[in-house]
């Protein structure tokens, strides 16, 4: 996946991310939130923005025509939250059973362990799994090579 990723706007904390998703039904702010699970775990949120309401959504579908970019830029943001915080790990799952199967889709598209500094792990039964294509986890947790 080649795709360019939009510019984002980080706040000084690195835990809140925004930009806006440019296509073909307008623009939309879009928001990727880093909030504190446990014990260094934190979970990843990508949020549809109203700023005139202030208010935040996981369950908007916005279909712009620009979900690689859109995913472009979560990996940017997930890049800088890591190198921020070196030793902490990233959870996610999607709202629905079908958008954490799309975010399996496009991590088995992307993600090759050998040749990355990131760890990425499937949730399968309550247990953790290296992450492997064509195995439907539940959720995914991310974390720097140590």
């Known amino acids: ?3 360019k990723p939009y510019a984002l706007n980080i706040n000084k904390d690195h835990t809140r991310f925004q930009f806006q998703s440019v296509g ?8 990727i939130l880093f909030q504190l699970l446990a014990d260094d775990i934190y979970n990843l949120a990508l949020l549809d923005y109203n700023p005139t309401s202030q208010e935040y959504s996981d369950l908007s579908v916005t279909n712009n025509g620009d979900m690689p970019e ?12 890591l190198n921020e915080y070196r030793n902490s790990k990233i959870y996610f799952e999607g709202s629905a059973s079908s958008r954490t199967r ?9 993600y090759n362990a050998d040749i990355q ?10 247990e953790w799994y290296p ?6 986890f539940e959720g995914f947790l991310i974390e720097k090579k140590i």
């Open 24 to 31: 073909k039904r307008g623009v939309f702010e879009k928001v």
């Open 131 to 136: 992450f492997e294509p064509n195995i439907n």
């Open 117 to 126: 500094d990131l760890i990425i792990l499937g949730l399968k039964n309550q």
């Open 70 to 81: 859109i995913f472009a830029t979560v990996i940017n943001a997930v890049t800088a939250f």
């Open 102 to 110: 799309i975010y399996q889709i496009v991590i088995n598209k992307i």
């Open 1 to 3: 996946m080649n795709y």
